[in-house]
């Protein structure tokens, strides 16, 4: 048996959102999936998805800063910047406003850590970002829910 047998489903659920790449687009399908109440699971989610926001927010500049000296990070920060700034061309045009409608919407590479990471880069005040990231995030939840729940009742 592996230590992921011993975790609850909630709590699956809740560290698979918190997950890049994954985060509540993979775990509230799975949530659901796994017979969880898609509210309950949209819930888990949408807080295990906004536990890296802050630490983006606050830290992602900073990092960088401190570790520009070594060749290696200095070329994955350039990377990181030009892919974030392609992603999230309508964050720069729309600011806030287009921060809350690009986590909102459920494609790829749109949700919480690509937003922080382009608020974070664009300079955008934290208070504000932080906001329009939950409430992006909020959206994408009640539609991946209904999507979700959906397809398991087939229709």
Known sequence: M??????????KVF?????PVIELRGAIPYGIAMGMNP???AFLCVAGSMIPVPFILFFLKPFFMRLRSISMIRKFE???????ERKAKNIKKYSILGLV???AIPLPSTG???????AA????????????????????ALLLTVLSHL???NI
């Open 15 to 19: 560290l698979l959102a918190t997950l």
């Open 151 to 153: 397809a398991i009742l």
């Open 121 to 140: 880069f664009l300079n955008l005040p934290i208070k504000y970002a932080f906001f329009a990231i939950f409430l992006g995030n909020i959206i994408a």
């Open 2 to 11: 592996s230590l992921v047998d011993f975790l609850s489903r909630e709590l």
């Open 101 to 103: 409608f690009f986590v």
């Open 39 to 41: 509210i309950h699971a």
């Open 112 to 118: 919480v850590w690509t937003g922080a990471m382009a």
């Open 78 to 84: 350039k990377w990181l910047i030009k892919r974030t």
